[in-house]
């Protein structure tokens, strides 16, 4: 690993109470070399922990309360904002302040801020030009990525009809000061996005390197490209960008008992964000479960049913444990990584909405026969309306807890659904006093996270997006000494 590097740069009011980039002592190396950039890039991208990834799928349908799970613990407690959709994540209900809550916004924005440096400086580093072409690349392939999180996050969902004036997040493309900013538009923020990914494919094409598994690659940009349209609903441009993953990358078998995510995997393209596997088995799983919808879903010769959950131990009942995916069973390298599956599901989708349900349903086979020990039983729909339905259904069950996928998938639906989420309190002795029911709301203006407070206080005039005030129906219970 290359040595750790700082940038010296003074604050900028923009990063606000973030302090990410602060000013550092003079005994500090400043990049000069295309080796010191591109390890600023991997420490800042591939090692920094993100605390959004975990928070988010609190918020699913995939996640409930395992049954009997102790309401006054503290990991269970510093999760009911997001599980209960509140409308400020930062504040509990006794008025205290959740720390990291809503610390999203603050740790992409750095991610955002080093991009940008490396983007403006890295053409003098001293080094040969290809080099610098892929470490440039990387900056604008990170760039476009965590613009693409932040709008999925903190961005109105998606509407050709309204994204010219929808509030999306707001857009630095540089290092400069600014004291206050505005928020871009939806259909700004999704054209910078591309105009990123394509930067970084023409350069990392253009430099002719190829890197490790840590680094994206051009079949990595690639992939994201077929994302960001799939959410805009370019289904023809979906099929196109998947098509250039999958013309050069296949799938590869799931074999149980050993991890899919490794370097040998010709499946993974890209892998990132290792600092979040440790923090992971957190003890957060005795109190928070798969739901049995998603655990069902799977048929028992479906592999991923034993690759992705274990079962808990007698003590915790019936629930199953949802963080496998966060450990070494499953990954040997990072948390997060954009895999052949995906193109695959992505352009299924596509062929789908696009009145293609054979050439979908081919691609939902393609996948199936790397994930079953046999398809024999499987029953695919026959009628072209329910096709698309089955392909969503299976993007759920292979993308399950993996990145921001069944949060951001919920959110993008023609008609979001409504999920409900119990929250049980019992007391210091075991004693179930009562249960709360939370609801979001098909289009429930919840599905967008708030600012962070912070935020909104060091810049009065930036808008945020008004959220509901969540209140439970409540069920008591008896308690008997």
Not at 126 to 139: F, M, P, T
Not at 366 to 391: C, G, I
Not at 398 to 404: A, D, K, R
Not at 443 to 462: A, F, K, V
């Amino acid at each position: 690993m290359k040595k750790l590097l700082y940038i010296t740069l003074i604050l900028l009011p923009f990063w606000g109470c973030n302090d990410f980039l602060d000013e550092v002592d003079q005994d500090k190396i400043i990049p000069e070399t295309t080796d010191h950039f591109a390890s600023l890039l991997l420490k800042e991208f591939n090692y920094a922990t993100n605390t959004t990834y975990r928070n988010v799928n609190y918020m699913t349908d995939d996640l409930r309360e395992r049954n009997g799970a102790d309401a006054t613990n503290t990991k269970k407690k510093g999760m009911k904002t997001f599980y209960t959709w509140q409308r400020e994540l930062e504040i509990d209900e006794d008025g205290g302040t959740v720390r990291y809550a809503n610390s999203a916004w603050g740790d992409i924005y750095e991610d955002i801020a080093i991009a940008n440096y490396v983007i403006e400086l890295v053409d003098d580093a001293i080094g040969s030009i290809e080099e610098i072409n892929y470490i440039k690349g990387e900056a604008y392939f990170i760039r476009a990525y965590s613009y693409f999180n932040l709008l999925n996050l903190y961005g109105v969902p998606f509407n050709a009809a309204t994204a010219s004036s929808d509030l999306g997040v707001p857009l630095r493309l540089d290092t400069g000061v600014e004291r206050t900013y505005r928020r871009s538009s939806v259909a700004e923020c999704y054209s910078q996005v591309e105009a990123d990914l394509e930067q970084a494919m023409m350069l990392i094409e253009e430099s002719g390197l190829t890197k490790s598994k840590w680094h994206p690659n051009a079949a990595t940009c690639n992939l994201l490209m077929s994302r960001v349209l799939l959410y805009q609903r370019k289904w023809a441009d979906v099929i196109t960008y998947a098509d250039k993953v999958l013309d050069k990358y296949s799938l590869s078998v799931m074999r149980t008992g050993i991890p899919f995510i490794s370097d040998e995997n010709d499946e993974v393209l890209y892998s990132f964000q290792t600092g979040l596997i440790s923090g992971w088995s957190s003890g957060s799983e005795k109190y928070f479960a798969v739901t049995s919808e998603l655990y069902n879903s799977y048929d028992d010769a479906d592999r991923r049913k034993q690759t992705f959950f274990t079962g808990m131990t007698a003590e915790t009942g019936e629930a199953y444990n949802w963080t496998a995916k966060y450990n070494t069973s499953f990954t040997s390298m990072g948390f997060a990584n954009f895999r052949v599956a995906e193109a695959v599901l992505n352009r299924a989708e596509a062929y789908a909405a696009s009145n293609q349900a054979t050439l979908a349903i081919d691609d939902i086979k393609m996948l199936d026969a790397h994930r079953y020990t046999s398809t024999d039983d499987v029953v695919y729909p026959d009628n072209d309306s329910e096709v698309l339905s089955y392909v969503l259904s299976e993007r759920r069950k292979e993308l399950c807890f993996e990145e921001h996928h069944r949060w951001f998938d919920l959110r993008r639906m023609d008609s979001r659904p409504e999920i409900k989420h119990v929250y049980s309190v019992i007391d210091e002795t075991g004693y179930l006093l009562q249960t709360e029911t939370y609801t979001l709301f098909s289009d429930d203006p919840n599905y967008t996270l708030p600012l962070p407070l912070d935020e909104r206080e060091n810049n009065l005039l930036i808008r945020n997006v008004e959220r509901y005030e969540k209140f439970p129906v409540i069920e008591e219970y008896l308690v008997i000494p």
